[in-house]
Nanobody, 126 residues
Framework: QVQLVESGGGLVQAGGSLRLSCSAS????????MGWFRQAPGKEREFVVC????????YYRDSVKGRFTISRDNAKNSVYLQMNSLKPEDTAVYYCAASDRAYFTGDCRGSGYGAWGQGTQVTVSS
């Protein structure tokens, strides 16, 4: 079973940037799609972005397109989320997730995420 640990969250002013990291242990993640999700207070958890196991495909929710960038470094067994031009509505706990399906060739949004980190808080002040 893979364990995921997020880091890099914090408090930033609107327009600022943060880079989240997700470090995996227990198994290599190079064969699995990875995703970032977030949950704001009083709201349901929502999809933010995912990246295919190969890194060749990424999908972003509309509200973060052009501002967020997901990347992966399989040699470091890690995934990253670069967040630029942050807005107050980006405030949430951000979770890293790993797919359960190795070498999944479909849309990574539907690859089934069974392993989750504990989350890291991102707060954007106006």
């Amino acid at each position: 079973q893979v364990q995921l640990v997020e880091s890099g969250g914090g408090l930033v002013q609107a327009g600022g940037s943060l880079r989240l990291s997700c470090s995996a242990s227990g198994r290599t993640i190079g064969s699995y799609a990875m995703g970032w999700f977030r949950q704001a207070p009083g709201k349901e958890r929502e999809f933010v972005v995912c990246i295919s196991w190969s890194g060749g495909n990424t999908y972003y929710r509309d509200s973060v397109k052009g501002r967020f960038t997901i990347s992966r470094d399989n040699a470091k067994n890690s995934v990253y989320l670069q967040m630029n031009s942050l807005k107050p509505e980006d405030t949430a706990v951000y979770y890293c997730a790993a797919s359960d399906r190795a070498y999944f060739t479909g849309d990574c949004r539907g690859s089934g995420y069974g392993a989750w980190g504990q989350g890291t808080q991102v707060t954007v002040s106006s």
